[in-house]
């Protein structure tokens, strides 16, 4: 026989139904907390996506980079001849040159944007735009020929592709267009050919930002970084998961956008709990008498329990539902901004488990109520 | 103590044959606040109760009557004394095991039906049910048998603020009888109903006594439940003053006697 079919479920179902104000503010209370949780882990997450998405994507094993570089986009320059040291670097199978860097973007219309150039060649298959939903990946090869994000074209002062603009004194012609990469620093990504790259942040030729190695299948990534350290002592080398994880910790921890987020969500978790726990209070308070009958009639303090923590189980998968659903609706909003909110089956399942908790823990007042009931009160004319 | 006793009731021919006591009590004391605030209100009762017999508790208020059916509903620890329920003695007992001790014994019957709102009057009997672990299609036979009994089956599915108070209180019957435990324990329950369903409940409460096993005892003070009583204790200032056995008339059903109309009970064990 499950739960449900039990008189303790139906007491609890009927006592949390029939208190509509109680439920109500218990339902907002859950619903303004899965709400905000679920909006800044969503943007967490979302943030976090943005700022690995290139490291992601590109066709690297390990990275080979300046000393000390922080994330993906202020990467320093480095000397071109380490990708050869890298070449022959046992487990090496390829060494592919990027450069990537911050520079202005200057609008048809006037005025400029700060953008981030990411250059490599299309036939070395180091980081290429990705989602392409206008123009094809040979263009790039094309004269001027850059792919940016349409998310950003406002930014940039454009309507799309054949539309141009100018970096650094150097006129580029947009001929594709992409769909969701973003940049957490908000300067949008012009991605375009290494050469072409160079001259648009003005780069000297025997410069690149970054060596892009490819590890031999079934060779250990860190045995290679470990190598490629030895024989470059002067660069910095991580594996994809090191680079991925400074990124982060740089970019959402190390600048404090992260801590926000995750503390707007504790926030969340916090006032949901003193919500529901008053009125799960409250109502234990009103059904007191209730209670104490049950326990003049035999129950134990485990069968008052289970009906307290039945009421905190139901308010919370009815509130998470309310509150799923509204946040399902944001992050469809969100959808196509420069900073979408993320939501996937892991954030969901997450948001679930805490709100449960956040009941549970919410019942604890009430429970300590009924667990010091005195029976005798059933006397009590 | 014998197994069976057999009782003369004086004016009765045929003698009554009844088990061992359902519950034995000796020597309760229970003591009220502290220092010069101090209050006995129960003052070294003794008594036994005895299945098939409806004994009434009589006094007048802040006599100890409520205060004596709340220890010998193991709902109050008594200062000192013993108690026994079914054989099992309660010294020493926690309040989960005093609960289990209630759970398998005790049917409570409180002057204010204690009722749950927001569930039926089948719902009420069978939540009861529930908590004594009678699950599944026995707890729905058990709780529709108890609301047969009390004369409520066409009224299974309503709701107590529907019920008239008569109504309310033959489910708190039905609610106390349907897990059939050994000892029924009444708090004034006739105190809230006009006379006729007071009547009616006390009828309801001397039949169960008499058709079954159960020991009932009712406390009270109102004088219209005398013609009902197999058995009458008096209590004042928290001491039994009097046991009272009124004549039963031969009848096998519901003994009636006139209010005031006490004789005093002689007892000859087998």
């Known amino acids: ?381 | 103590m014998s197994a069976t006793v057999v009782i003369d009731k004086p004016g009765q021919a045929p003698a009554l044959e009844r088990g061992p006591p359902v519950l034995v009590a000796s020597g309760i004391v229970k003591e009220l606040g502290r220092g010069a605030a101090l209050v006995k209100a129960v003052k070294g009762v003794s008594l036994e109760l005895y299945p098939g017999e409806l004994t009434l508790l009589m006094g007048p208020s802040g006599s100890g009557k409520t205060t004596l059916l709340s220890i010998l509903g193991c709902i109050l620890a008594p200062t000192s004394g013993k108690l026994a329920i079914a054989g099992q003695a309660t010294e020493g007992l926690g309040p989960e095991a005093l609960a289990e001790l209630r759970r398998r014994h005790v049917g409570f019957i409180f002057q204010g039906y204690n009722l749950f709102p927001t569930l039926n009057a089948e719902e009420n009997v069978k939540l009861a049910l529930d908590v004594r672990g009678t699950k599944g299609p026995d707890q729905v036979m058990k709780a529709q048998r108890a609301l047969h009994q009390v004369g409520l089956a066409h009224r299974m599915r309503a709701f107590p603020g529907t019920l008239s108070g008569g109504e309310k209180q033959r489910v708190a019957v039905a609610r106390a009888i349907a897990s059939q435990p050994s000892l029924i324990l009444a708090d004034e329950p006739t105190a809230a109903l006009d006379s006729e369903n007071g009547q009616q409940v006390m009828a309801l409460l001397a039949n169960i006594a008499h058709a079954s096993t159960h020991a009932v005892l009712a406390v009270t003070h109102d004088p219209r439940t005398i013609p009902y009583a197999d058995r009458i204790l008096r209590i004042e200032d928290g001491l039994i003053v009097g046991e009272d056995r009124p004549p039963a008339d031969g009848d096998n059903t519901v003994r009636k006697l006139s209010p005031g109309s006490h004789v005093r009970d002689k007892k000859r064990k087998q």
């Open chain 1, 1 to 381: 026989m499950s739960i449900a079919d039990t008189m303790m479920f139906t007491l609890a179902f009927r006592n949390l139904f029939h208190d509509r104000v109680q439920l109500v503010v218990t339902l907002v209370g859950i619903l303004f907390s899965v709400v905000l949780m679920a909006v800044q882990l969503g943007l967490y997450l979302g943030a976090s996506k943005m700022i690995v998405a290139p490291i992601d994507k590109a066709d690297a094993d390990v990275w080979i980079m300046a000393y000390g570089t922080k994330n993906f986009e202020e990467a320093q320059p480095i000397d071109a001849r380490l990708r050869v040291l890298a070449l022959a670097t046992p487990g090496v199978t390829r060494a592919i040159p990027m450069v990537s860097a911050f520079t202005e973007w200057k609008k048809p219309g006037g005025g400029s944007n700060l953008s981030v150039v990411v250059g490599t060649d299309l036939e070395d298959g180091g980081l290429s735009p990705w989602n392409i939903v206008e123009g094809t990946l040979s263009g790039i090869g094309a004269r001027d020929a850059v792919f940016v994000d349409r998310t950003y074209l406002k930014e940039l002062g454009i309507t799309g592709v054949g539309d141009t603009g100018q970096i650094n004194g150097n006129r580029v012609k947009v001929a594709g267009l992409t769909e969701g990469i973003r940049s957490f620093t908000t300067s949008p990504f012009v991605f375009t050919t290494l050469n072409r790259a160079k001259a648009l942040l003005t780069m000297p030729a025997d410069k690149i930002t970054y060596v892009l190695v490819k590890v031999a299948p079934g060779v250990e990534h860190t045995l290679v970084r470990d190598a490629l350290r030895a024989n470059i002592p002067d660069g910095e080398v991580l594996t994809k998961a090191e680079f991925r994880a400074r990124s982060l910790k740089h970019w959402m921890f190390a600048t404090g956008a992260g801590i926000a987020l995750i503390g707007g969500a504790v926030l969340g978790l916090i006032v949901g709990t003193v919500i529901v726990a008053q009125t799960l209070y409250a109502s234990t308070k009103d059904h007191i008498t209730e209670f104490a009958t049950l326990r003049a009639l035999g129950s134990s303090s485990g069968f008052i329990h289970k009906v307290i923590l039945t009421q905190a189980g139901l308010s919370a998968v009815l509130g998470y539902a309310f509150g799923m659903a509204i946040a399902l609706a944001v992050t469809h909003a969100t959808h196509n901004t420069a900073l979408p909110m993320a939501m996937t089956w892991g954030l969901a399942g997450s948001l679930f488990a805490l709100t449960i908790v956040m009941c549970a823990v919410s019942a604890i007042a009430a429970i300590n109520k009924v667990t010091k009931i005195d029976p005798v009160m059933v006397f009590n004319k």
